[in-house]
């Protein structure tokens, strides 16, 4: 079945406790993005990437980072959360050839 | 700047009845506008998008109106069921960045039996 997967789905932390989220799509798509959603805001781009080695700053990065070695795998990492990170966040993932964005079932963080 | 306004925040109808929501976009060179649907505890869900060079779009009880003079579009619900409550997103494809989808904030539609 084609997906897209994201773990954990739920994260409760403190703050400046390092973490990782972790996406995977199983399409063999070039292109992954982040996005957080958050009442009132709809969904915001933290990052994306348009294939391996090549990522590149959203509307939201502040406090992000992220990676893509595999093709299949785009985590996105939280150095030090903060509160204000608290959010439900989304990995998506479309082909080069169609504009369909296909997305994971989300990762509800909380962070204290 | 880039920015998709949607409208209403909440709609509520009754079974039978025809809901609409309303966007509008900024960037007159957009040309991709799909819309999605979020039921609780998912991602969103593509049901039906509209390009450009296109001015209507139907899939079943849903359709897609764009009128590209005035930089809005419209996502029509015929026919309403309870299982068509959820959130909807409407977007829109800026060209300052790879397929960057500029997502409004979200229509909560609760249709009652």
């Known amino acids: 079945e084609a997906q897209v997967t994201q773990n954990p789905r739920y994260l409760i932390t403190v703050t400046g406790k390092k973490l990782t989220v972790t996406c995977s799509q199983n399409m063999n798509h070039e292109y992954m993005s982040w996005y957080r959603q958050d009442p009132g805001l709809g969904l915001r781009q933290i990052y994306y990437s348009m294939n391996v080695e090549v990522t590149d700053k959203g509307d939201v990065p502040e406090g992000y980072k992220v990676s893509r070695k595999e093709k299949r795998n785009f985590p996105l990492i939280l150095e030090s959360p903060s509160p204000n990170q608290t959010s439900l966040y989304f990995c998506a993932s479309s082909s080069s050839h169609t504009d369909t964005q296909y997305f994971g079932p989300g990762t509800r963080l909380t962070v204290l | 700047g880039e920015n998709v306004e949607q409208h209403p925040s909440t709609l509520s109808v009754q079974e039978g009845d025809s809901a609409v929501i309303k966007c509008t976009y900024s960037?007159?060179?957009?040309?991709?506008f799909p819309w999605y649907k979020q039921e609780l505890g998912k991602g969103p869900q593509l049901i039906i998008d509209i390009r450009s060079n296109v001015g209507e779009k139907k899939d079943q009880r849903i359709a897609v109106t764009l009128n590209k003079t005035a930089k809005h579009f419209s996502l029509h619900i015929t026919e309403t069921q309870p299982e068509d409550s959820a959130v909807y997103f409407c977007a829109a494809q800026f060209k300052t960045g790879f397929q960057k989808l500029v997502f409004g904030t979200g229509t909560r539609l609760l249709v009652s039996p």
């Open positions: 960037d007159s060179a957009s040309n991709y």
